[in-house]
């Protein structure tokens, strides 16, 4: 079969590593892509919010699958857009309806949603521009410290939590009044902080029913410590230790069955990854938000874990007899160190060559923000740049082995923590 991987970060590029292990994939597609993908499958220019081009390479190149990485495209509706199509509406795409892809494009639309089904979450309520003073007297309802989420999709920078009261009035007001998120921001929740430790679920689903994939905890913190400002990921552990299997059989009965069989409920098509971030409150776990693709730099560390075939995977997805499935997972903990550009998640510099790629040993590197230069380098061209991934017999191994490969790779501005599971 052949398949096109859409995006061009570390999570598209661990599901394209692991696809081209596949004897069932023929021809394999990366759009746009990056310098690490370029090395083994074709990259396509194409933007992933260009559906009509997109579906002229699906057309064109023979496409049997398309598996899309980033949410963008997802919530502007790309499943709806092949449907609509007569001659793409054969090609099955893995991921949910637009309508499906609101439990990420809109905070107060997953809220909703668990109020409905009774899925544990925080107390929240829901504001608009004209709702300001409301939205005050809720806070000063609230103990601190204040949650403030941007309704709609906001890069993973919406999530603002402030210990001061004035200070969260004043975020709030730039939010809600002064465009601080642009349209992401018209709307707010703003829910009750919920004290535990994180960790985040991944469920593949056909709609009825579903695999649920190793667990993961990543690191949103630029520092160490979990200080600093948020980032997409500085790094993953899997599995999560605390995670046993009497908090999974709740997190299965009170969350995700919910989920699933509530989608179904709706009618709301949903073929494709639920992405479940959760918090773990004494004993029992919470919704903190719902993404509807593989999270990053956490894709980096489940995929390699997955024994089973992914193209078989997605391909009883598409047809709905994944239930026929078994899902196979290495018993070996996996940890993905993140290279980042210095001043990353505010403003960086692109284009420095990148050393030492050619010296790593036992261990994968998952390229985030890569490019080729003209003379045909490697260079930087993100803010997350590499993403270290390495197996061992638990986590503590593994996390020696990212290190030192980690170590072995250089360029201009270079950082990353080195203080990841510090909690575990």
Same mark, same amino acid.
Request: hydrophobic residues 40%; contains cysteine.
């Given at each position: 079969?052949?398949?096109?991987? &859409? ?7 661990? &599901? ?6 596949? #004897? ?14 370029? +090395? ?9 919010? #260009?559906?009509?081009? @997109? ?30 199509? +007569? ?43 004209? +709702? ?28 603002? @939590? ?23 921001? %018209? ?34 913190? @630029? ?59 004494? #004993? ?24 089973? +075939? ?70 930087? %061209?993100?803010?997350?740049? &590499? ?11 593994? &996390? ?8 072995? @790779? ?12 510090? #909690?575990?």
């Amino acid at each position: 079969m052949n398949i096109l991987v &859409l995006g061009s970060g570390g999570r598209e590029h661990a &599901l394209a590593w692991k696809l081209h292990q596949s #004897d069932r994939v023929n021809m394999l597609y990366v759009a746009p892509g990056n310098a690490g993908t370029a +090395d083994f499958v074709h990259n396509l220019d194409l933007s992933v919010t #260009d559906f009509e081009a @997109i579906g002229e390479a699906v057309l064109s190149k023979e496409i049997d699958l398309v598996l899309v990485g980033p949410e963008v495209p997802l919530v502007m509706g790309i499943q709806d857009y092949f449907k609509s199509s +007569d001659s793409l509406s054969q090609v099955p795409l893995i991921g949910p309806s637009k309508a499906g892809a609101q439990l990420e494009g809109s905070k107060e639309f997953a809220k909703k949603f668990m109020e409905r089904y009774e899925i544990p979450t925080a107390a929240y309520r829901s504001f608009g521009p004209n +709702d300001l003073h409301e939205a005050y007297r809720f806070l000063e309802e609230l103990t601190p410290p204040y949650v403030l989420k941007a309704d709609g999709l906001a890069g993973g920078k919406g999530v603002l @939590i402030l210990s001061d009261i004035e200070a969260a009035k004043s975020a709030l007001k730039e939010m809600l009044v002064g465009g601080k998120f642009g349209e992401a921001g %018209n709307r707010v929740v703003i829910e009750e902080f919920l004290s535990g430790i994180e960790l985040s679920c991944f469920v593949l689903t056909d709609g009825s029913t579903y695999k649920i994939l190793p667990t993961a905890k990543d690191y949103k913190r @630029i520092g160490e410590g979990d200080t600093g400002l948020n980032t997409g990921g500085m790094g993953a552990i899997s599995p999560v230790a605390f995670a046993d299997k009497t908090f999974m059989d709740k997190v299965e009965s009170r969350i995700i069955k919910p989920t699933v069989e509530g989608l179904k409920s709706e009618g709301i098509p949903y073929t494709g990854f639920i992405f479940i971030g959760l918090i773990k409150v004494g #004993d029992d776990p919470f919704v903190i938000e719902y993404n509807v693709r593989m999270g990053d730099p956490e894709t980096e560390v489940v995929i390699p874990r997955i024994k089973t +075939d992914l193209a078989e995977l997605l391909s009883a997805t598409a047809k709905g007899t994944l239930g026929n499935m078994n899902l196979e997972v290495l018993p070996e903990a996996a940890v993905t160190v993140m290279l980042v550009s210095g001043g990353y998640p505010e403003s960086y510099s692109k284009g420095y060559p990148i050393h030492g790629l050619d010296t790593i040993k036992g261990a994968t590197v998952f390229h985030a923000g890569t490019a080729r230069s003209s003379d045909g380098t490697t260079v930087t %061209n993100g803010g997350r740049v &590499l993403a270290v991934t390495a197996l061992g017999t638990d986590f503590k191994e593994a &996390l020696r082995k990212a290190y030192g490969q980690a170590s072995q @790779i250089t360029f201009e501005q270079a950082y990353y923590r080195k203080d990841l599971g510090f #909690d575990l």
